[in-house]
């Protein structure tokens, strides 16, 4: 690079970095809206798994939060006060989308007029989503195909180089490294979910959060509950659900982390007043990560977590 251009992209960086500033006066409230104190693009992201794609690739750059902790189910949140700030201080939102977020979707879709508000699954094909392009209803659980959820993360990169294109390259950079982790951990799960016998390969848990995994990786997948953990189950249900277990002979069930156990506990109960015996496998994250600091705490300790659990239990 010669002189001249450094000098030019030195100043455009000053002007950048001007322009910023203006825009940030221009929000008001005192502090710069969007940016942090220490310059960090200010992200906040529905779920835990949109907040780690985010922060994966945003680096150093971007300072995430996340409303939907450990444990908390998305289909039932309700934003407070407190979360209601977090979105109005960032710059930009991560969201599912897909009626994932429940009633929170539109207050989302409201907020979209006056800041970057971005659903993940916006750039997915509709053609690989499992739903009806007719009524336009889909399942929102796309994070367990993996190779789905690159889509996601592609979208979060490109929206933070156009909100963000001073460090363009870094978040490229990062996108790419990510989009590495994320292509190796598709062959993990399609290498151990082989493991397991065709004719055993089912997973019965208590909601439909795994329709993709089961598309994805050849496994089957009955749900107690449908696809959002909204709608009620009944007595019914769960006779239905000890019965299949008993016919197929299927040795062991999941629980998930941001939902009650006592569904399966009964299934399990039921099954074994028939002489069968059916485990509980083990538990796994379904619309939630684990505890930040954990390798579950991440997208990627999640869905390895999830899959060890899977063919341990059954294989
Ligand atoms: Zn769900």
């Not at 008001?28 to 969007?34: I, K």
């Not at 189910?73 to 209601?84: E, R, T, V």
């Not at 294109?165 to 490229?172: D, F, I, K, V």
């Not at 990786?217 to 107690?224: F, H, K, Q, S, T």
């Amino acid at each position: 690079m010669n002189a001249r251009a450094n000098k030019t992209g030195s100043l455009w960086g000053l002007l950048c970095v001007m322009l910023v500033l203006v825009l940030a006066g221009c929000s008001g409230n005192g502090s710069a809206q969007g940016v942090s104190e220490d310059g960090k693009l200010l992200v906040t992201a529905t779920t835990g798994m949109i907040g780690d794609a985010a922060r994966e690739i945003g680096g150093e750059h971007v300072e995430v939060t996340t409303l939907m902790g450990p444990g908390v189910d998305p289909h039932l949140f309700k934003a407070s006060q407190g979360d209601i700030r977090k979105l109005d201080r960032a710059a930009v939102v991560f969201y599912g989308g897909l009626h994932l977020e429940g009633n929170m979707e539109r207050v989302l879709v409201k907020m979209a007029a006056q800041k970057t508000v971005v659903a993940v699954t916006d750039d997915m094909p509709r053609d690989r989503l499992i739903g009806s392009e007719e009524t336009g209803e889909f399942d929102p659980h796309v994070w367990f195909n993996v190779d789905l959820w690159t889509i996601a993360a592609e979208t979060v990169r490109d929206t933070l180089i156009e909100k963000d294109p001073a460090n363009a390259e870094a978040y490229r950079k990062q996108g790419e490294r990510y989009l590495n982790e994320l292509k190796e951990l598709d062959a993990y799960v399609r290498e151990r979910m082989l493991e397991i016998p065709a004719e055993g390969r089912v997973l019965v848990t208590a909601h439909d959060a795994f329709g993709y995994f089961g598309k994805a990786y050849e496994v089957e997948v009955v749900g107690l509950q449908g696809i959002s953990t909204a709608a009620e189950f009944g007595a019914r249900d769960v006779s239905a659900l000890r019965d299949y277990l008993v016919e197929r002979n299927i040795k062991a069930v999941f629980v998930e982390s941001s939902l009650p156990a006592r569904s399966m506990q009964a299934i399990v109960a039921g099954a074994a007043q028939q002489g069968h015996d059916v485990t509980i496998g083990g538990e796994l994250f379904s619309d939630a990560m684990g505890e930040p600091g954990t390798d579950e705490g991440t997208y990627i300790g999640m869905i390895r977590h999830n899959t060890d659990t899977i063919a341990e239990a059954l294989k």
